[in-house]
């Protein structure tokens, strides 16, 4: 069975952000690891990754779902959240269709970005709870 080729991670986050954000470029300062795809701002990265530590790399698509809805201009969190888990099993499935498991992708980006120091606080915008 031929195994799928597999995507720079650039492009892996692109397919999750697609079809409406595709080229999508925010404001925030460009990652030189990950261009244009949504997901450069280097504190949400750290955040984010570190929550996908924690929870799992399922985390990691939803969270990168939930910025895209924010970007779509869904503003309140419940409901960038909602739009975040309806999408997420068809970006997953886009994920794979480039050759990339949510695991993988996470472990990459793990690769590249430093273990934090930063403590989630609630003006991070995120809720923990035990």
């Not at 970006?91 to 498991?101: M, S, Y």
């Not at 003006?123 to 923990?128: I, S, T």
């Given at each position: 069975?031929a195994?799928?080729?597999?995507?720079d991670?650039?492009?892996?986050?692109s397919a999750?952000?697609q079809?409406?954000?595709?080229?999508w470029?925010?404001?925030?300062?460009?990652?030189?690891?990950?261009?244009?795809?949504?997901f450069?701002?280097?504190?949400?990265?750290?955040?984010?990754?570190?929550?996908?530590?924690?929870?799992?790399?399922?985390?990691?698509?939803?969270?990168?779902?939930?910025?895209?809805?924010?970007?779509?201009?869904?503003?309140?969190?419940?409901?960038?959240?909602?739009?975040?888990r309806?999408?997420?099993?068809e970006?997953?499935?886009?994920?794979?269709?480039?050759?990339?498991?949510p695991?993988?992708?996470?472990?990459?980006l793990?690769?590249?970005?430093?273990?934090?120091?930063?403590?989630?606080?609630p003006?991070?915008?995120?809720?923990?709870t035990?």
């Open positions: 069975m195994k799928t080729k597999k995507a991670p650039a492009s892996a986050i999750i952000l079809p409406e954000l595709r080229g470029t925010v404001h925030f300062i460009k990652c030189p690891f990950v261009k244009e795809c949504g450069c701002c280097p504190d949400l990265r750290r955040i984010t990754i570190n929550l996908a530590r924690i929870y799992g790399p399922e985390h990691l698509v939803r969270k990168i779902l939930h910025e895209k809805a924010h970007a779509l201009g869904i503003k309140g969190e419940d409901e960038a959240e909602e739009y975040a309806e999408h997420a099993p970006a997953t499935q886009r994920l794979a269709n480039v050759g990339w498991e695991a993988e992708l996470l472990q990459t793990e690769s590249v970005v430093p273990e934090s120091s930063h403590v989630l606080k003006e991070d915008g995120f809720m923990v035990a």
